[in-house]
């Protein structure tokens, strides 16, 4: 299943107003940086949480559900908010206290359990059977891969002749959302951490595969598996995979801060990472974008 | 004496290329935030620092000189080193000692003297008669000034329709930079904590005097008076001063960071804290551009 430009389209007049237009800056010379960690809930997340809400029209009493105690669940406690609609957040046990806080505090229920987050999970799934309300998925649907898409839509209105767009891996609906954008338009590099090879084992295993999850960006790239959906997207359009260290990861993001003052957590400078680490080398004249997808981060560790 | 639109202009051709095009943001409905801080050395005060260099021409062998261990010196240092030219900083003995080692990180030469910044101002003044260096002021010169305006003409460029532009004051050379490049196609508010009112108290008083230095803001906005052609620049053209309370710029740069994930120091967001604390006032429907002019903040305070 491919999620199309069309799609994306959709979601972006579905959504238009709701998001905000983050900023595009220029990097080093040939580079600009889509500032997406400046979006409402600090990242690209609360794109799709919108579109799969707004998309599934009339809403059941129960409101949404999700699971996860990091961006994805910010994002959809952010717009049953602004929707008014009710929320529902698993978030697994050893979830920061700070981050079930945050979640409260944008009025969501919040239900603490399992170990892991693939119990957080199920427990979320038999609790939708059970009230009827609308799970949002983090990556693996059709409404929101289209909704994260509208980063793709923006960047190429905001810069326009760039060949290439550099996005971070996580379950891949980031990446799958702007791929459809792009519709060939400029080429994508999915950029995933070495230590979370969910898209770059699956292309070598030709479907999705299971992979450990580790390293620095696990706390926001650290899905398990690439999303179906966008396996199928990404690979129907070409898009190269690279891999990036732990410590090209940390270095980007402290040059973000260094030279940029912008504040980026380890998943959202895993893009430019590829880019300074060598492991994205562009041709000579070739012109990039680099999604710096995520600013929900302790900036204590920012200095 | 003042600056003119026309200065602005000159200075905007003559370094363009050597600064950054800062974005705008959406802010609360009917609200631009201009994010100087993303600017090359943090701050809006590079703008000046080149300027200043580019519009002296030939430049002595012993190259230019400043006093200031905040902004200004970091951005004087930023811009010899980008145009290949010595740079001296003088900086009081209090200075923090990871301001000296950023300076000297941009290769320019520090010297740590007196007490208190106006001690090191002096000693800075009586380097560059012996040197013959140029001497880069924090604000009271008409090239620097004209550069900070450069700011002003970006932001009617990227937000055309807005009719009043909050802009902070220490010594004056970024909001009369602006008031000259809008040249009254929008209004402008000076902005100043009240524990550091040096416009304020210049207009009550009808002329440039000193006042107390302190607060939240004092290591950015602290000039203990307004600078000439500030003065003159402001008062020509009827721009109005506000007040704000330290507590209210605290409450500011935590709203920049909770709610947009942007980096400001506290003199940064002292012009949104006179819009969030009620001391500006908006008529209903009109369009506000806030200036954030300064990101170079200790991370660590913004959780």
Redesign the interface.
Same mark, same amino acid.
């Given at each position: 299943m491919t999620v199309t430009r069309g799609d994306v389209e959709r979601a972006a007049a579905r959504i238009a107003g709701r998001v905000?237009?983050?900023?595009?800056?220029?990097g080093d010379p040939g580079v600009v940086l889509k /500032?997406e !960690? /400046?979006q409402h809930s !600090?990242s690209f997340k609360v794109r799709g949480a919108f579109n799969r809400v707004l998309a599934a029209g009339r809403l059941p009493g129960a409101g949404v559900i999700a699971a996860s105690g990091g961006n994805h669940g910010v994002a959809v406690a952010h717009a049953a908010r602004a929707l008014g609609v009710r929320a529902e957040i698993f978030v697994p046990e050893i979830c920061a206290p700070v981050k079930v806080a945050r979640l409260r505090a944008l009025g969501a229920a919040v239900t603490l359990t399992g170990s892991i987050f693939a119990e957080a999970y199920e427990a979320s799934a038999k609790r939708a059977a059970e009230t009827g309300a609308l799970e949002i998925h983090a990556y693996d649907h059709p409404d929101v891969v289209a909704g994260q898409g509208t980063v793709g839509l923006e960047l190429m209105e905001q810069a326009g002749g760039v060949d290439t767009v550099l996005v971070a891996v996580g379950g891949g609906g980031l990446v799958a959302g702007v791929t459809a954008a792009l519709d060939g338009a400029a080429e994508v590099v999915a950029v995933e951490p070495e230590r979370i090879p969910t898209l770059h084992r699956a292309m070598a295993m030709g479907e999705p595969v299971l992979v450990e999850v580790g390293g620095v960006a696990a706390d926001a790239l650290g899905a398990s598996r690439i999303g179906r959906i966008a396996f199928d997207t990404v690979t129907a359009a070409g898009v190269r995979s690279v891999l990036v260290t732990d410590d090209a990861i940390v270095e980007a993001r402290e040059e973000l801060?260094r030279g940029?003052?912008? @504040?980026a957590e380890h998943s959202g400078a895993a893009a430019l990472a590829a880019l300074r680490s060598g492991a994205y080398v562009p041709r000579p004249g070739e012109r990039i974008a680099v999604v710096i997808c995520g @600013?929900?981060t302790?900036?204590?560790? /920012? !200095?």
């Open positions: 905000r237009r983050t900023p595009v800056v220029e /500032l !960690g /400046l !600090g801060w940029h003052r912008v @504040a @600013a929900n302790d900036p204590s560790t /920012l !200095g």
